[in-house]
């Protein structure tokens, strides 16, 4: 009898039926465990595609109904003296709030803090047990929706902290280490120290907003925090290791080495995507069966479903796989055509592309090259950050020599992020993407030079053209508390409770790097947090903030001052805080702002500036 042989297309179908039975989530009127448990055995059995996927189906669909049902929106409660265990570590947010998420008996919860209890609060770490007394409310539905994926169904205001307890064994030994690489990277310069923290530990607390907007508008945004590729890396370092012993000892050494760097990153997706499937490798190469990477990347997604149905909800998880699914599909095409680094970066963008495009209406055209310039460079950061960032968080007088290569290579990883950013280019959509693509399969498919000179000329062509600016409009809402001004080269923007981050990357949409004047109507901390991230992202010739103000580069205005920015005319009716702004095109002549430190145009107005 003719052994059944699971091909890769059926554990492929394996994979996306799973996906679907989770999205499906339905519950089954019997016992799941036993209905899935007995066809999946029949499925092993028989080796009959069919009836596995069904019962994959089944077990999805029914271990994710489960998990829904699990979010139920708890009541307001008054807790005190509750043990929560951190999930995540603590991060600061611009209102000076703390903020967690934390295991509260059987529910997650968000934690937020304020004053002591954030103190207390901001020094803990994931893994550890802390004693808090506050108010546990429901989410509203936007945010329950928003968090599911992380299984949050409430909400802690945390008014004070009484006791802390450490983590366990292996969680302590990761807390201690990451304290040893954040103390080392304390000679980093400031800006510099949370991309560190990232994309060597997935510590991406305290990224500066128009940093994270400059990664994102420069298709870099797997650079801030870990992900597969950090998986590679770590068992590239484990390599020494690895290598001795028996197929045994090389197993369980790989598997404990994946099991470590989970714990030490928090276990995000793409770590979860990339820890199954180099678990899977390992079993294979252990039983003499190496597996294909598609099949890799099915059977690691039908695992990671099957354990976390929320998941396929989880854009993280979802950028993950389309991008691996890119390199284990396009790359062995492109390899023979193209240098091993461009046809990755060509295949990991456009499997990526299957979910940037539909989420975020595009992707971004310099996506390519920053890519090709950056990710080299990335790589070097996390290896050598593994190694010698506990290393230098040790000695910390030797920091600054050990680290001087990771300086050098931040420099470049933000430095091409920033430059690639500012290319006035639009995202691609997805006809002008699918015309990129054709293009460049031109190029790749060319064998002669005249061909590859004609096919690359295409491929800038439909780029400059498909990829045109944005033009910005004058006088528009460009986000929540952001308002814009233009006229011609001149540009001014007036915020009040702006979110830096959105506005940041708003205004990349629409081609806007530079202002000429800034306004910020509020004042106090919370302004001046949210204020400074536009300050350095835009780089405004003149900041203008009303009295009390805690903004270091602005300029305080009161009622009737009057500024001029080339043909607009910003003009201040009421000096608040907030202050009353009214901008409109110059009819008359008044003194040409064109530089911040012009004390002339500052004299034009009716009252002074300090």
Same mark, same amino acid.
């Given at each position: 009898m003719t052994r059944r042989v699971l091909l890769d297309r059926?554990?492929?179908?394996?994979?996306?039926?799973?996906?679907?039975?989770?999205?499906?989530?339905?519950?089954?009127?019997?016992?799941?465990?036993?209905?899935?448990?007995?066809?999946?055995?029949?499925?092993?059995?028989?080796?009959?595609?069919?009836?596995?996927?069904g019962g994959a189906v089944v077990t999805a669909s029914a271990l994710a109904a489960a998990s829904w049902a699990g979010l139920d929106t708890p009541r307001p409660l008054v807790l005190a003296g509750e043990w929560v265990t951190l999930i995540t570590d603590p991060a600061p947010f611009a209102s000076g709030s703390i903020g967690a998420e934390a295991r509260l008996g059987r529910r997650h919860v968000q934690l937020w803090?304020?004053?002591?209890?954030?103190?207390?609060?901001?020094?803990?770490?994931?893994?550890?047990?802390?004693?808090?007394?506050?108010?546990?409310?429901?989410?509203?539905?936007?945010?329950?929706?928003?968090?599911?994926?992380r299984h949050l169904s409430g909400r802690v205001s945390v008014d004070a902290v009484s006791g802390?307890?450490?983590?366990?064994?292996?969680?302590?030994?990761?807390n201690a280490y990451r304290r040893l690489v954040t103390r080392g990277a304390e000679s980093l310069p400031e800006h510099t120290r949370p991309l560190f923290g990232g994309m060597v530990m997935g510590d991406d607390r305290g990224q500066a907003p128009?940093?994270?907007?400059?990664?994102?508008?420069?298709?870099?945004?797997?650079?801030?925090?870990?992900?597969?590729?950090?998986? +590679?890396?770590?068992?590239?370092? @484990? $390599?020494? #290791? *690895?290598?001795?012993?028996?197929?045994?000892?090389? !197993? %369980?050494?790989? /598997?404990?080495?994946?099991?470590?760097?989970?714990?030490?990153?928090?276990?995000?997706?793409?770590?979860?995507?990339?820890e199954a499937m180099a678990a899977v490798a390992a079993a294979g190469a252990f +039983?003499?069966?190496?597996?294909? @990477? $598609?099949? #890799? *990347?099915?059977?690691?997604?039908?695992?990671?479903? !099957? %354990?976390?149905? /929320?998941?396929?909800?989880?854009?993280?998880f979802r950028l993950s796989v389309a991008a691996c699914a890119g390199l284990a599909v396009v790359t062995p095409w492109l390899r023979p055509r193209l240098p091993l680094l461009l046809a990755a970066s060509v295949a990991a963008q456009a499997g990526a592309s299957l979910v940037l495009v539909p989420t975020f209406g595009g992707v971004p055209v310099v996506g390519l090259p920053a890519n090709v310039l950056a990710v080299p460079a990335a790589g070097p950061i996390m290896m050598w950050g593994l190694v010698v960032g506990p290393v230098a968080g040790a000695l910390p007088g030797a920091a600054p020599l050990l680290h001087l290569p990771t300086r050098v290579a931040l420099a470049w990883?933000?430095?091409?992020?920033?430059?690639?950013?500012?290319?006035?280019?639009?995202?691609?959509?997805?006809?002008?993407?699918?015309?990129?693509?054709?293009?460049?399969?031109?190029?790749?498919?060319?064998a002669g030079t005249r061909s590859r000179a004609v096919g690359a000329a295409a491929l800038l062509a439909i780029v400059f053209v498909c990829a045109r600016p944005a033009s910005p409009a004058s006088g528009v809402a460009v986000a929540r508390g952001a308002r814009l001004w233009v006229d011609g080269p001149d540009r001014v923007l007036v915020v009040?409770?702006?979110?830096?981050?959105?506005?940041?990357?708003?205004?990349?949409?629409?081609?806007?790097?530079?202002?000429?004047?800034?306004?910020?109507?509020?004042?106090?901390?919370?302004?001046?947090?949210?204020?400074?991230?536009?300050?350095?992202?835009?780089?405004p010739s003149l900041v203008l903030a009303p009295e009390h103000?805690?903004?270091?580069?602005?300029?305080?205005?009161?009622?009737?001052?009057?500024?001029?920015?080339?043909?607009?005319?910003?003009?201040?009716?009421?000096?608040?805080?907030?202050?009353?702004?009214?901008?409109?095109?110059?009819?008359?002549?008044?003194?040409?702002?064109?530089?911040?430190?012009?004390?002339e145009s500052l004299r034009a107005s009716n009252c002074s500036f300090q």
């Open positions: 059926h554990i492929v179908a394996l994979a996306v039926v799973a996906v679907l039975g989770a999205l499906w989530a339905h519950p089954f009127p019997v016992p799941w465990r036993i209905a899935a448990a007995g066809v999946v055995l029949m499925g092993i059995a028989s080796r009959r595609p069919v009836i596995l996927c803090a304020r004053g002591e209890a954030a103190s207390a609060l901001s020094s803990r770490l994931a893994g550890e047990r802390v004693e808090i007394g506050g108010v546990l409310r429901p989410l509203s539905p936007e945010t329950a929706r928003r968090y599911a994926p802390t307890r450490r983590a366990g064994a292996l969680g302590r030994v990761a128009e940093v994270s907007e400059a990664f994102k508008a420069a298709g870099l945004t797997h650079l801030l925090a870990v992900s597969g590729q950090n998986v +590679a890396f770590v068992l590239l370092l @484990a $390599v020494p #290791l *690895l290598r001795r012993g028996r197929l045994r000892w090389r !197993l %369980v050494t790989t /598997l404990a080495v994946l099991g470590a760097f989970g714990v030490l990153t928090r276990w995000e997706p793409s770590v979860m995507r990339a +039983a003499g069966r190496p597996v294909r @990477a $598609v099949r #890799l *990347l099915a059977l690691a997604v039908t695992a990671c479903v !099957l %354990v976390d149905p /929320l998941l396929v909800h989880s854009l993280g990883v933000a430095g091409v992020a920033e430059v690639a950013a500012r290319v006035p280019l639009a995202p691609l959509g997805a006809l002008a993407g699918a015309a990129f693509a054709a293009a460049l399969l031109v190029v790749a498919r060319a009040r409770g702006a979110p830096p981050g959105p506005t940041i990357a708003a205004l990349r949409d629409r081609n806007v790097h530079h202002v000429d004047v800034l306004v910020t109507a509020s004042a106090g901390r919370t302004a001046a947090d949210q204020a400074w991230p536009l300050v350095h992202a835009l780089r103000h805690q903004l270091a580069p602005a300029r305080t205005v009161c009622a009737g001052a009057v500024v001029v920015a080339g043909d607009l005319v910003v003009e201040v009716t009421g000096g608040g805080p907030p202050l009353t702004v009214g901008v409109r095109q110059r009819q008359s002549s008044h003194s040409h702002l064109r530089s911040a430190s012009s004390h």
